[in-house]
């Protein structure tokens, strides 16, 4: 998956492309504070280095493409909301982008955070 072949040649898209179209889909949803990482290594390593795909796996399954988001959700929206929303704008970016259909996209919850109201 990710490969093309045409008259002129072969296009191949990178799982970090992809990821980084995620990336910029979900910091524009509502209610997205931030990504987390996706373990304690991807923590460890989004600290020292800056990389954009931070908080998102891509994996291509034969002719499918699966993306998980694992986000920080602004306190006092609706979890569920903001799930359905991340995952919507996630999935139209990433199949305008590549013209490919994604087949899931897995939002993960990580954590709430509350803004200042001061």
């Known amino acids: 998956m990710g490969e093309e072949t045409t008259s002129l040649g072969g296009i191949h898209v990178s799982p970090n492309a ?16 931030g990504l987390a990482p996706k373990n304690l290594a991807d923590g460890i390593v989004s600290s020292i280095t800056r990389e954009p795909s931070r908080g998102i796996s891509v994996r291509y399954l034969e002719d499918e493409i699966h993306i998980d988001v694992h986000v920080i959700v602004e306190f006092g929206t609706r979890i569920n909301a903001v799930a359905e929303s991340v995952a919507n704008t996630v999935r139209f970016h990433v199949e305008k982008a590549l013209g490919l259909k994604v087949s899931t996209v897995n939002v993960h919850v990580a954590g709430l955070r509350i803004s200042n109201t001061d």
């Not at 992809?18 to 504070?33: D, E, K």
């Open 18 to 33: 992809v990821a980084t179209i995620a990336y910029h889909a979900t910091l524009q949803s509502y209610g997205v504070v």
